[in-house]
DNA sequence: AAGTCGTGTCATGCAAGAAG
DNA sequence: CTTCTTGCATGACACGACTT
């Protein structure tokens, strides 16, 4: 435990325990294994009144904002225990991710029962003008008066940059090109199936992957505009074509592009909501194109979607996907035939 | 897509131990 | 001895993976 030094500092600043007041803007907590390994840490009776928290009840909560960058993340104080008031701060798993992918030294070392230490990262609250707003950061980050909401780029500071970040032509989205994920092979043989009735409303499943589909085909036209922007041949975007919807279904792709030295793309996108990881479902008609034209065939896969997002995660497998994906058939086409087919 | 189940997240509260 | 921080247990709930 950090030993608590009350200081009659003149002019603003003191301590307490893990936490630090600079001044009547800024307050320094010394990270613990609450911090990383939790969602949350104590608030000190002294350094409540930096909160403007005193006033709490025991029950009471108040919720507030801890803006890192331009992202934005919901917390709260509570006051708990009536017979030992006390407060905390606590924050969501979205906020904790966010340590941890900072520091995952530290979460590895608190992991290991690590002992504590006055060595551990340090996490900063600035008052904004905003009630119950604070903008954080971390360890040595310069302070800097001025708000960094307005640069963009900070949004997405802990993307690799091995990574192809994009954007549309009004800035509004970003298209982030990540690696291709390494997929265990789909198991041939799996447990014996069982046979269990189930209710399936086909209509709305239908209209809910058509909605979705058409978003993510219209996100990856954007994504091929970007490119061509950026390659500086703005000129050729009026060759990217909506196969799908100006030619219909059966080509085996949805869109047609260019590249940047003009040559041609047949791209098929497959949008899910899930994840990275998640297995999508392509018909033989598009398995063949990639076959057969593999030298123009891009399969742009579009994970963790959401329209209303302005970030839009994707990969890209290139080629024949004989070779480059594990698949397995879900679905047969019959027709009735007389008892002994198979001689 | 839907049902089931396992895992993770979150809210809550208690106990141990450090510090005053 | 009292106060307080910190760590963690527990239960409810949410979410995602798996299976069909």
């Known amino acids: 435990m950090v030993v608590p030094k009350k200081r009659a500092d003149p002019v603003f600043e003191y301590e307490f325990y893990s936490w630090k007041i600079l001044s009547n803007l800024i307050a320094v907590k010394q990270m613990d294994k609450s911090s990383f390994l939790h969602h949350g840490t104590g608030i000190p009776i002294e350094i409540r009144s930096f909160f403007d928290i005193d006033s709490l009840s025991v029950g009471d909560k108040r919720q507030i904002a801890l803006s890192f960058r331009t992202k934005s ?11 030992n008031p006390r407060t905390r701060l606590l924050w969501k798993s979205d906020f904790q991710k966010l340590i941890q992918t900072k ?9 290991r029962n690590g002992k504590k230490t006055s060595d551990t990262p340090t996490l900063k609250f600035l008052k904004k003008n905003i009630a119950n707003e604070y903008e954080v950061e971390f360890n040595s980050e310069s302070y800097s008066e001025t708000s960094s909401d307005d640069d ?10 091995n990574f192809s970040l994009l954007k549309s ?9 990540t690696e291709s994920p390494d997929c265990e092979p789909i198991a041939s043989n799996s447990k014996p199936k069982k046979f269990v009735g189930r209710k399936t409303d086909y209509i709305t499943k239908n209209q809910k992957n058509t909605v979705i589909g058409d978003a993510g085909e219209l996100a990856v036209i954007e ?11 703005p000129s050729m975007i009026e060759r990217i ?3 799908a919807k100006t030619q219909g ?3 085996g792709y949805d869109i047609q592009s260019v590249t940047p030295d003009g040559k041609i793309k047949y791209i098929e996108v497959k949008t899910t909501t899930s994840g990275k990881s998640e297995p999508f479902i392509l018909s033989e008609t598009e398995f063949t194109c990639s076959q057969e034209n593999a030298e123009k065939y891009y399969l742009y896969r579009l994970y963790d979607f959401d329209k209303t997002k302005t970030l839009i995660k994707y990969f890209v497998i290139e080629g024949d996907l004989t070779h480059q994906t594990s698949r397995k058939p879900i679905q047969f086409i019959c027709v009735p035939v007389s008892g002994n087919s198979e001689t």
């Open 152 to 161: 963009p780029n900070h949004e997405l500071e802990l993307i690799p940059d």
């Open 169 to 177: 032509s009004d800035n509004s989205i970003s298209y982030l090109q």
């Open 223 to 233: 994504i091929e505009k970007a490119i061509l922007r950026k390659a500086n041949a």
């Open 249 to 251: 279904d059966g080509l």
């Open 103 to 111: 520091f995952p030294e530290w979460v590895e070392y608190f992991n």
């Open 73 to 83: 993340f919901v917390a709260h104080f509570e006051m708990l225990n009536e017979n």
């Open 241 to 243: 074509e909506h196969v």
